[in-house]
């Protein structure tokens, strides 16, 4: 199984500003996802994030958004910019193994006031 | 895309009992899985089940490919097993990444 970290595990922020979340993984992983969770919900995938190319993004999820760097097979990011309230959730980055098993980081869960 | 329902959408035991957890699923899948979502967001593999039963302690799960469902038996269950049940599935006709239900919310009080 691989080990996922995730920062910050928490934040709260002001509307407007811009947050990165980082997501490492102690393992080359081809398949790495970003997901978010609101208040109540289920998990809605965001994007797959792709090394070295531009992230495939899910219907109503844009790049302007949510844009997402992955330089390496271990590493991506994900920011959510121009915060409103509606973007407090928790992002969870997500990698898949060759057989397709998920795991899990531990989430980034966001307030925006 | 493939459709996910999870059963009964929330659930309140007391320590000690036992439950079932439902999953159905509309179309055949590659791959199953069981996620227990802990009270502080964090989520823990239960089981990858694409068919046949597991049991790990007091959890164990069965999925019937076939008749496209799957079961998540608790036994015995502990205040430590609240929070929220998801499956997750995706199927050959898709693209690999997993469709998840709407969850499974698990109160157990002491």
């Known amino acids: 199984s691989a080990v996922i970290s995730q920062k910050p595990s928490r934040d709260i922020c002001q509307r407007g500003t811009s947050l990165t979340i980082q997501c490492q993984v102690d393992s080359q992983v081809t398949m790495m996802f970003w997901y978010r969770q609101q208040p109540g919900q289920s998990l809605t995938l965001i994007a797959t994030?792709?090394?070295?190319?531009?992230?495939?993004?899910e219907s109503g999820f844009v790049i302007d958004k949510f844009p997402i760097s992955r330089p390496n097979l271990t590493f991506s990011t994900l920011t959510v910019s121009n915060m409103s309230p509606e973007d407090s959730s928790i992002y969870l980055c997500?990698?898949?193994?060759?057989?397709?098993?998920?795991?899990f980081g531990e989430g980034s869960r966001l307030t925006v006031l | 895309g493939i459709q996910v329902e999870q059963s009964p959408p929330d659930l309140i035991l007391q320590e000690g009992a036992n439950s079932t957890l439902r999953c159905n699923f509309s179309d055949s899948v590659n791959n199953l899985q069981w996620f227990h979502q802990n009270p502080w967001g964090q989520l823990i593999n239960l089981f990858y089940?694409?068919?046949g039963t597991k049991q790990n302690g007091r959890l164990s799960a069965t999925t019937v490919a076939t008749e496209r469902y799957s079961l998540l038996y608790i036994s015995s269950s502990q205040t430590t097993d609240s929070g929220v049940y998801f499956c997750a599935v995706d199927s050959p006709g898709g693209s690999y990444i997993p469709t998840f239900g709407r969850g499974t919310s698990l109160i157990v009080h002491p």
């Open positions: 994030a792709n090394q070295g190319s531009e992230a495939t993004y």
């Open positions: 997500s990698v898949s193994s060759t057989y397709g098993e998920l795991f």
């Open positions: 089940i694409p068919s």
